[in-house]
Each structure stands twice: as structure tokens, then as C-alpha cells.
């Protein structure tokens, strides 16, 4: 009987240890490919605004995706709910994956191989994870740039090539610019990861603004100036459309 009982807990030792090894194994073969719901994931937004407007402008998209969501093969789920499934699949394999691993710790010794091929599939898919989160903050900075090149008028040449692939929106906000008579004046400030630019809203142009100077930050040194919370930006190369110097800033909000 005590022979009979290893055979059988040895038996099922192995068909468990195979099953893990099979899931691993799958994980590890397609999870490199899941880094193509980068181009999914990032126009998302889009999709979703695109039928926000067909739901509220187009009578017969209404009806027909009130006559779909009838179907049984619908099961009682819109269009959006459909949608968002690719975007929730790589959370809810890396959740898989660590609830997997979390109840076969115990038993490392009987499965440690396929325990291990778990936790390389698990690391897989954090670093796609990882990638793609990546991919969608430059997507979103990128936007934030064009629509800032959208806004900005003025006559340095750089204006007109605001948006680089190596230019990264860092900060916006107001700022006090002391003048050379001492007094402080309000500017709007963009701050990229090589630039500053700072400017004030067109009285004739809502949403749109004059750039009065455009700081190259290269060589740049920011030094704590003598009044309270002020600082000033020295070196660099810069163009000031205003007729006014170079030279230092108060400070800034966020």
C-alpha cells in the first residue's frame, strides 16, 4: 500500500511538474510578442474619443450597437468593453503568473525547474509591461509638444522646429521675470529637457501666446539670486524677442 501510495503521489508529482512546465513554456514563446499592443495601447484615447463622438452625433451608430448588444454572442458587452480586454490581458497574465507562483512556493522542491521557467515568464512580462508604459509617456510627451508648438508664436527660427525627437516636455507655469527697472512682470514658461521658453498670452489670438525668449540650456547654470525665492539662468544661448537682455528670473509655479 505504502509503495502503491509513493507510486501514485510520484505519479501526480510529474503531471503537475509537466503542466507548469507546459505553461512556462508558452508564456516564454509569445509573451516577446505582446510588445505590439504598443501601437493598441497608444491610440486607445483616440478610439475612445472617436465613438464618444459617433455615440453622441450618429443616430444609426446608436441603433446599431443597441441591435448588437442584443446578440447572444455579444453576451450582454459593448463595443467598449470589448475594446478594453486587450489593454487589461498583459495585467491579468502578469496577476496569473504571480498568484501561480505564489501557491507553488511551497512546493519548490517537487517543481523548483518549472517554478523557474514560471518566474522567467513572470519577469517577461513586467519588463513588456514596462516597455510598452514606456512607449505610451513618450507618446503622451510627444503630443504634449506638438500641441505646445500649436500655441507659440514668434521669430526665433527654433519655433518653427519645436517638436525633435530628442525634445522632451518637462514642466509649464508662471514665473516673475524681474526687468532691468526692477520691477516684476508675469510670463508664461515651458520648460523642455534642452530649453526654456517663456511668453505671454496674444490678446488677439485666445489660447495663443508670444514667445519673448527662447533659452538654450546647454552650458546653462541656474544661481540662487538675493531675494526671496528667486533664481537666475546664466550662460547658454539664447534669442530674446522682446528688446529686453538676458540674464535672471523670479520664480516659478508649478
Known amino acids: ?90 495585467p491579468r497574465y502578469r496577476m496569473l503568473l504571480a498568484e501561480l507562483l505564489k501557491h ?4 519548490a522542491v517537487a517543481h523548483g525547474g518549472s517554478i523557474d521557467e514560471l518566474r522567467v515568464a513572470l519577469d517577461q512580462i513586467k519588463h513588456v509591461a514596462s516597455h ?55 510670463f508664461h514658461v515651458w520648460l523642455f529637457n534642452d530649453m526654456l521658453l517663456y511668453g505671454t498670452p496674444l490678446a488677439l489670438k485666445a489660447g495663443k501666446f508670444r514667445v519673448h525668449k527662447v533659452i538654450g540650456l546647454h552650458g546653462c547654470r541656474v544661481e540662487k539670486m538675493t531675494a526671496a525665492g528667486a533664481a537666475g539662468i546664466r550662460g547658454g544661448d539664447d534669442s530674446d524677442d522682446s528688446g529686453g537682455g538676458g540674464g535672471g528670473g523670479g520664480g516659478g509655479g508649478g
Not at 450618429?58 to 459593448?78: E, P, S
Not at 509617456?137 to 519645436?162: Q, W, Y
Not at 516673475?176 to 527697472?181: E, M, W
Open 1 to 90: 500500500a505504502t509503495t502503491t501510495a509513493t507510486a501514485a503521489a510520484t505519479a501526480a508529482t510529474t503531471s503537475i511538474d509537466s503542466a507548469l512546465h507546459t505553461v512556462g513554456s508558452i508564456f516564454n514563446s509569445f509573451t516577446p510578442f505582446l510588445k505590439m499592443y504598443i501601437g493598441y495601447v497608444t491610440n486607445f484615447d483616440k478610439s475612445q474619443q472617436c465613438l464618444q463622438e459617433l455615440q453622441r452625433d450618429n443616430g444609426k451608430w446608436r441603433k446599431f450597437c443597441a441591435k448588437q448588444l442584443k446578440l447572444a454572442r455579444c453576451r450582454g458587452l459593448d463595443l467598449n468593453s470589448y475594446l478594453i480586454m486587450p489593454i487589461q490581458r498583459i
Open 132 to 186: 510598452i508604459n514606456a512607449w505610451v509617456k513618450r507618446k503622451e510627451n510627444m503630443n504634449k509638444v506638438l500641441e505646445i508648438a500649436g500655441i507659440l508664436e514668434g521669430h526665433d527660427p527654433r519655433l518653427r522646429e519645436l517638436v525633435q525627437p530628442t525634445r522632451t516636455f518637462v514642466k509649464q507655469g508662471q514665473m516673475l521675470r524681474a526687468t532691468r527697472r526692477g520691477r516684476l512682470k508675469a
Open 104 to 107: 507553488l512556493e511551497r512546493a
